[in-house]
Every structure is written in structure tokens, then in C-alpha cells.
């Protein structure tokens, strides 16, 4: 297939997956499903479709017949991939573990922390994921149930998946202004740690390309998916398995070494390669993550109510948040990291050498008035390059007024409410009049309403 075709998110057709991972295919997998791309327009007749399908190239997606020969050929190259010597035959057991330790050679001179390698069974985590879906703790984040098996089962989401390639990219900004800091300020909104540079999505799937493409040059074109949190993959749950770290009491991985904070990234592949010791459980008796949690969202260990948690509510929750999780809240205009916070192993964790992931526009720790302010051109020329931007102008705006509703009162942040009262979001208009009522009563009942 000629590279730079547009690619479309689909479940029900597209090309196979091993042509969807061609070497010369350079688009970023995108959010795209597994195997899926788009061809160029042209519908050949029936005759040529059946020819082509039974050639095991594609599934029930026309295609452009002057792309045929083509993709044949590249079909005939993945059928003789060269092994780790250059030979014709299979790779040995014996070349897959050296491959296998080139590829964490690789990985860490990409700049990836930790990189394992684990099967495809996650039995056991799919029945946990069906559990937190029956309970409904998924709220309305659909996007969880949408692809069905596929986010437990890889060669479902990928066919011909064989292993998963899991990295680990740390992100805990090395000159951010201190996390409680900003929290014990309520004049001050707070920001997750990881939003507050560039976002990490596409650096990740460029490097996890850069990895395919050395493991490439080494033993010819093969089948392969680069991630990072942009398909339906139980992302903790390989990384577990690969030995990236355990999932602790808060549902975050853990790594002994490194703490939490750090990214997830997955590279699926046909490679029969070694697989890691999955990691083992280190949080024992200890329960902070639970104790702290604002909302108390982590309603049992290893058990997280996502309708409770404050990134869902600042984050995924469209429209109104409901009113008795409010004060919770607090200064949070954009996630939580509570339960990292108090976690005792990321007292291993490390600044991140990555500059891409440095503060940007004072977000670690900006004045609530001097966010509420910015215009919608403001908001998105700030946020360019940033996760922030996905959750769009009305909810920034309704995040920070729930936050001015639990800051002291001042004139200062009166002004700032009334300034929106009359916004033309109902949902902004809402939470404005909300904040404006705290105050309020707080004037009328005194300070003790904020305690």
C-alpha cells in the first residue's frame, strides 16, 4: 500500500493487520482500531475483491487494484522474514533472547526507563474488567466497553499478536513547583504533574516507531502496533506481566525502583519473543491511597470507583458535577495525584530528564483569577501541545469555578465568579452561581462554612 494513506477508526473493516504495520507505512497508529486503514477511493470488481481476500490480504475493504501487485510482494517478503542472521529460515529460540535483549538495549537509548516482554493472556484481568463494568464504575466513560474483548484479548485487537512489548517513560517534572505546595494554597489551581508539560502521547508512539524501526533493520518487515494509552489496551495489567511493576491498592503500576510516575507505551508484535517475570504485589498492609483520597473513590483495595475519582470528574465527566463531590474537590482543576502523593515508594521516584515534559505556562501552580480569566482563544493557544486541551473551554472554565467556590473568600475572587455569571454555558452558568452561593453562605455563617 502507497504510504501517507488516510487512516479512519473502524471495527467492522479494514485492510489485515500485517499490512496495516508495512515498513513503509509511516502514519502514527493514531487511535485507530486494530488492522484498520483506509485505501484510496475505487471499487474493483467482485472477481478481483475475491482474488485479493483469498491471498489473506484483506477483509471485506475495496481496494485500489493498482495498489495489488504491491502489496503481494510486501506479503511475500513477511512470508520469508529474514531471521536474526540473515537467513531465510525461522529465527532460534537462542536469536530471539539475543533480539530480545537488543530491544531493551534499544529502548534505553530511546529514553524509555523500563521495557518488558509478556504473552497475550490477561484471563484474570478480564474478568475484573467485566466485574468493574456490571457495577457500572466505568460511569460514562462507553469508550471502556465499546470494543468488547479486544482491550483484554491483543491478538483480537492486533491479529497475530504473539507479544507485547511494554516500556515505561518517567514524567514527574523535575522544576514544577511543589505538589502540596500548590495544594495547601487555595488561591492556586492545581494541575496533575503529568499534564503539565507536553502531552505524552504522540512522543511516546514516535519512539516506540524508532524501536520497531531498529528491530527492523535487524531482521527484515514484520508485524507490529505501536500504543501509548491510544487503543482499547489494558495497558497496567501487560505491564504487570511484562515486570514493569505491579498494580497497587490505588490501581496505579508501581515499580519498586521508580515509583509511579511514569507513562505506559506497548509495541504489539508476531515475534515469538521471551517473555519477563510478571512482578510481584509490595503494598502489604498499607493503605494511604485509600485513607487520602479525596472522594474516596478507591472504594476497596485494588477497587477504584471511577464515578468518585477527581480526574474522571475534572476530566471525562461532561456537563455537571454533582454537587455533594464538590468541596472534595478543592483547588484540582485538572486530575488528582492524591494517591501518588502519599504513596512511600515514590520516594524512589526521579525528575524526568525530559524537557518536553517541563511546566509550561506556569500551570504548576497559576493564581485560579489569572486561569478563569483567559479567553477561549487564550485557552486553546495555551494548551496547544498539551492534555489538557482534549477537555475543551466550557469544562476548564467549570473546573476552575467549582475550585474559586472552596477558595477564601476576597473580592478578588468575587469578581472573578460574577465576571461569569452570565456565561453563555449553562453548565458554566451553573457551577459559577455554585461557587457564587459558597461564598455567600460563607459571609452569612462565617469562616467556619470553609472548614
Known amino acids: 500500500l502507497q504510504p501517507g494513506l488516510e487512516r479512519v477508526t473502524r471495527d467492522d473493516v479494514g485492510i489485515a493487520g500485517i499490512l496495516a504495520a508495512a515498513a513503509e507505512n509511516q502514519q502514527p497508529a493514531g487511535e485507530r482500531p486494530a488492522g484498520t486503514q483506509r485505501v484510496e477511493s475505487g471499487t474493483p470488481s467482485p472477481r478481483h475483491q475475491r482474488a485479493f481476500r483469498d491471498a489473506g490480504l484483506v477483509d471485506r475493504q475495496p481496494v485500489e487494484l493498482a495498489h495489488l501487485g504491491r502489496a503481494v510482494n510486501l506479503r511475500r517478503k513477511l512470508l520469508h522474514r529474514q531471521d536474526y542472521t540473515g537467513g531465510m529460515q525461522a529465527l532460534s529460540a537462542e536469536k530471539l533472547s539475543v533480539l530480545a535483549g537488543d530491544i531493551r538495549r534499544w529502548g534505553h537509548e530511546l529514553g524509555f526507563q523500563a521495557i518488558g516482554i509478556t504473552d497475550t493472556d490477561l484471563g484474570a484481568d478480564e474478568k475484573r474488567l467485566e466485574s468493574w463494568l456490571e457495577q457500572g464504575r466505568h460511569g460514562v466513560m462507553k469508550y471502556m466497553r465499546r470494543h468488547g474483548s479486544k482491550r483484554a484479548r491483543p491478538a483480537e485487537l492486533v491479529p497475530g499478536t504473539l507479544r507485547v512489548i511494554s516500556v515505561r517513560l518517567d514524567y514527574r517534572p523535575a522544576g514544577a513547583r511543589p505538589a502540596n505546595e500548590v495544594l495547601d494554597d487555595a488561591s492556586l489551581g492545581y494541575v496533575s504533574r503529568y499534564a503539565l508539560g507536553r502531552d505524552y502521547h504522540k512522543l511516546m508512539r514516535k519512539r516506540l516507531q524508532r524501536l520497531a524501526t531498529r528491530i527492523e533493520k535487524r531482521i527484515g518487515p514484520f508485524g507490529y502496533r505501536a500504543f501509548a494509552d491510544s487503543a482499547p489496551v489494558l495497558e497496567k495489567a501487560l505491564a504487570r506481566k511484562a515486570g514493569l511493576g505491579w498494580i497497587g491498592k490505588h490501581t496505579n503500576l508501581i ?197
Open 255 to 451: 515499580d519498586r525502583r521508580a515509583g509511579s510516575w511514569f507513562f505506559l507505551g506497548e509495541l504489539f508484535t508476531d515475534l515469538p519473543l521471551p517473555i519477563d517475570v510478571p512482578a510481584i504485589d509490595h503494598c502489604g498492609s498499607c493503605r494511604a491511597c485509600m485513607d487520602v483520597c479525596p472522594t474516596g473513590a478507591i472504594v476497596a483495595p485494588y477497587e477504584l470507583d471511577a464515578r468518585r475519582c477527581i480526574s474522571y470528574l475534572t476530566i471525562e465527566l461532561e456537563g455537571s458535577i454533582p454537587p455533594g463531590l464538590r468541596r472534595a474537590i478543592g483547588n484540582r482543576i485538572y486530575g488528582c495525584d492524591d494517591c501518588q502523593l502519599c504513596c512511600p515508594w515514590n520516594k524512589f521516584a526521579q525528575p524526568t530528564a525530559e524537557g518536553d515534559f517541563a511546566p509550561r505556562n506556569d500551570l504548576d501552580g497559576s493564581s485560579l483569577t489569572r486561569l478563569f480569566g483567559w479567553s477561549e482563544t487564550e485557552f486553546f493557544s495555551r494548551t496547544a501541545g498539551s492534555a489538557i486541551r482534549r477537555i475543551g473551554y466550557e469544562r476548564w472554565l467549570r473546573n476552575i469555578a467549582v475550585a474559586l467556590g472552596n477558595a477564601a473568600p476576597s473580592p478578588e475572587v468575587t469578581r472573578a465568579l460574577e465576571a461569569r455569571a452570565g456565561h453563555a454555558s449553562p453548565v458554566v452558568r451553573e457551577h459559577v452561581g455554585w461557587a457564587l452561593a459558597q461564598h455567600a453562605r460563607s459571609v452569612s455563617t462565617g469562616p467556619a462554612i470553609l472548614q
